[in-house]
């Protein structure tokens, strides 16, 4: 049992040690959670842009601007 407590104890750095090592593990929960939150939305958008771009009126044929656009550019 005093095996365990030194070990808690950490040679007496134990203050220093545990608070870092909880600051460490939720900083690394906070990243995975906003990665994830991250890819979720961005997912939700290209899906939204590969949705539009399917439909009709939201097409482009061969990326060429439509009549009366300027062509990217080119200042007018």
């Given at each position: 049992m005093d095996k365990i407590?030194?070990?808690f104890?950490?040679?007496g750095y134990a203050a220093y040690?545990?608070?870092a090592l909880i600051l460490t593990a939720a900083v690394m929960?906070?990243?995975a959670?906003?990665?994830s939150r991250s890819l979720r939305r961005?997912?939700?958008a290209a899906a939204a842009l590969e949705q539009r771009s399917a439909s009709p009126e939201g097409?482009?044929?061969d990326g060429e601007p439509e009549e009366?656009?300027?062509e990217a550019g080119i200042a007018t």
């Open positions: 407590a030194e070990f104890a950490m040679g040690v545990w608070p929960v906070g990243l959670w906003h990665a961005e997912e939700a097409a482009v044929e009366g656009e300027p």
